[in-house]
T-cell receptor
Framework: DAGVIQSPRHEVTEMGQEVTLRCKPI?????LFWYRQTMMRGLELLIY????????DSGMPEDRFSAKMPNASFSTLKIQPSEPRDSAVYFC????????????????FGPGTRLTVT | GENVEQHPSTLSVQEGDSAVIKCTYS??????FPWYKQELGKRPQLIID?????GEKKDQRIAVTLNKTAKHFSLHITETQPEDSAVYFC?????????????FGKGTLLTVNP
């Protein structure tokens, strides 16, 4: 398996522009997580999905952020409009469903998208 | 919600020495405690985890201990090597239903000096 795939790996954009980050989870994983990592705030969970349904979006900073998971193999995180304080590394992670007896709990992270908003 | 505190934020040791990183958590419902290692510019990767029905777990030079009464858990690395240099994150997760959300500590930058 190729692991969790994220694109783009780097994104530089100007303030006010729309940014879309993409993620393909590991095949068969039922959970998908979006994290943001900065020096100041560490690794923060933004939102996570189970079977394509958002379960907890309490970490989404504000209405400028939105996430979707239209099918089991694809998710997007969108920022519109972007601001300089959104500059961070955004990680997507996926995990299997512990209740189904699969390897429980371990979250596999993608390589991340480094976002710079100028 | 869950709150995870991690100490120290930075740790410098000599090669061959031991390193200990400590975390506390607030939610008594948490029962899964993983540790992730993140090398510079790379993704976090799981190195060891422990569940609440176990007090200690070892994997070669790495061990984790858990004290549920005191709500703290620790990572122990023995015979440290330069390749152990990285940021280490602890995390805690309550489970049940569909809640498998991890709350991470702020991380510890471990530097192993040759």
């Amino acid at each position: 398996d190729a692991g969790v795939i994220q694109s783009p790996r780097h994104e530089v954009t100007e303030m006010g522009q729309e940014v879309t980050l993409r993620c393909k989870p590991i095949s068969g994983h039922d959970y998908l997580f979006w994290y943001r990592q900065t020096m100041m705030r560490g690794l923060e969970l933004l939102i996570y999905f189970n079977n394509n349904v958002p379960i907890d979006d309490s970490g989404m900073p504000e209405d400028r952020f939105s996430a979707k998971m239209p099918n089991a193999s694809f998710s997007t995180l969108k920022i519109q409009p972007s601001e300089p304080r959104d500059s961070a590394v955004y990680f997507c992670a996926s995990s299997a469903d512990p209740s189904l007896g699969q390897t429980p709990y371990e979250q596999y992270f993608g390589p991340g998208t480094r976002l710079t908003v100028t | 919600g869950e709150n995870v505190e991690q100490h120290p934020s930075t740790l410098s040791v000599q090669e061959g020495d031991s390193a200990v990183i400590k975390c506390t958590y607030s939610d008594s419902a948490s029962n899964y405690f993983p540790w992730y290692k993140q090398e510079l510019g790379k993704r976090p990767q799981l190195i060891i985890d422990i569940r609440s029905n176990v007090g200690e777990k070892k994997d070669q030079r790495i061990a984790v201990t858990l004290n549920k009464t005191a709500k703290h858990f620790s990572l122990h690395i023995t015979e440290t090597q330069p390749e152990d240099s990285a940021v280490y994150f602890c995390a805690a997760s309550p489970s049940g239903g569909s809640n498998y959300k991890l709350t991470f500590g702020k991380g510890t930058l471990l530097t192993v000096n040759p």
